[in-house]
């Protein structure tokens, strides 16, 4: 029985985690439609969609279903038309939240988000009420050391505003203007660095500090919106490192 029930949480894992790759695929692949319909299907001169691109490369998504989301964005197969919509409200204890989607249906994409809200601590904001609390900013994670100078100079030729460690000690994290995004990928990229991830953020100018209940109750919410087929990314001003060390 021991041994049934190990192969039974292991199934039960992968599938969830299965379940999980299929729907971020799915929002990357929305992401390239997207980016086609707003400024075409060639990525040389879509900054947008050249992102996309390298993003869903990234997380394995085929050659085969990037070139149909391009397809989808140009108008030469049927799809959904999707528009982006921004959502802002309060969290547990006060934390600041912003939801990013992209929806053919705002009537059923804002009662989604809504019912997350109210189901697990929070609630939905108006246009404007959270927003001014953060900024927006590009980062780009890349391989290398801080200490490696030719990677700084790269940096700074590119618009970086800083840089700084990475999660792990083999990468570093480039923060810079969102305009510049795009040129400082394609830069990075033809001196042979590699980028693991490159996109906009949403960072907040003061964190909000949390007790433990109010870290465990906001990374639920958090899960929870980032989990709706519909949110392609959400962000915060709760500060959950400190919370979960307290």
């Known amino acids: 029985m021991a041994g049934h029930s190990k192969w039974a949480n292991i199934k039960h894992r992968k599938g969830r985690q299965d379940a999980l790759r299929g729907k971020m ?3 990357l692949i929305r992401e390239i439609t997207v980016a086609t319909k707003e400024s075409g299907g060639d990525p040389s001169s879509n900054p947008r ?3 996309a691109m390298d993003k869903a490369s990234r997380a394995n998504v085929t050659k085969d279903s990037i070139k149909k989301a ?3 964005g ?18 547990p204890q006060g934390v600041a939240i912003l939801v990013f989607c992209l929806t053919d249906n705002k009537n059923r994409t804002v009662a989604e988000v809504r019912h997350a809200f109210s189901k697990y601590g929070g609630n939905l904001g108006t246009d404007g009420s959270v927003s001014y609390l953060f900024n927006r900013q590009a980062k780009i994670v890349v391989q290398g050391s801080v200490d490696d100078e030719a990677l700084m100079s790269h940096a ?5 505003d800083d ?6 000690p083999d990468t570093v994290v480039l923060t810079l203007p969102p305009a510049h995004l795009a040129t400082a990928v394609d830069a990075l990229k033809s001196h042979d660095y590699v980028v693991e991830h ?7 100018d003061m964190i909000q500090p949390l007790d433990a209940t109010g870290v465990e109750k906001t990374l ?7 989990d709706l087929d519909d949110v392609q990314s959400v962000f915060t001003n709760a500060d959950l490192g400190q919370g979960l060390m307290d």
């Open 156 to 160: 700074l030729d590119c618009g970086a």
């Open 198 to 204: 490159a996109d906009n953020h949403w960072v907040a």
């Open 25 to 27: 695929n799915t929002k």
């Open 74 to 91: 140009m108008g030469t197969m049927d799809g959904a038309d999707y528009q982006e919509v921004r959502y802002e409200g309060y969290g």
């Open 163 to 168: 840089f700084s460690q990475g999660e792990t």
């Open 70 to 72: 391009i397809d989808k």
């Open 220 to 226: 639920v919410l958090y899960e929870v919106l980032l």
């Open 49 to 51: 969609l050249r992102l």
